[in-house]
Nanobody, 124 residues
Framework: QVQLVESGGGSVQAGGSLRLSCAAS????????MGWFRQDPGKERGFVAA????????IYADSVKGRFTISRDNAKNMVYLWLDSLKPEDTAVYYC?????????????????WGRGTQVTVSS
């Protein structure tokens, strides 16, 4: 099974940027659609972005559209989430997730493999 490790979180001021990385090990990453989710304490985990196995036609939550960009490098077994124009409400733990083959779902219950998360804190 694929194992996922996120990195790149940190503390930034509103308007700043971060790049989150998700390193995958195990089976070939190109067999998996990938997603990013986030969770604030006391809230449900919410969809952020997803990308297909080939990297085409990513999808985003409305709250991050135009500010965040998901990408992947299958040769390096890496998935990225670029966070620009950050807002305090983007503060959360960000999780990388993998789902075999099928792309297009925004439901966290459809993803089979998860990393442990990386904290993003945005101050006003």
């Amino acid at each position: 099974q694929v194992q996922l490790v996120e990195s790149g979180g940190g503390s930034v001021q509103a308007g700043g940027s971060l790049r989150l990385s998700c390193a995958a090990s195990g089976p070939t990453l190109s067999d998996y659609a990938m997603g990013w989710f986030r969770q604030d304490p006391g809230k449900e985990r919410g969809f952020v972005a997803a990308i297909s196995r080939s990297g085409g036609t990513p999808i985003y939550a409305d709250s991050v559209k135009g500010r965040f960009t998901i990408s992947r490098d299958n040769a390096k077994n890496m998935v990225y989430l670029w966070l620009d124009s950050l807002k305090p409400e983007d503060t959360a733990v960000y999780y990388c997730a993998a789902r075999p083959y099928i792309f297009g779902t925004k439901s966290d219950s459809d993803y089979d493999y998860w990393g442990r998360g990386t904290q993003v804190t945005v101050s006003s």
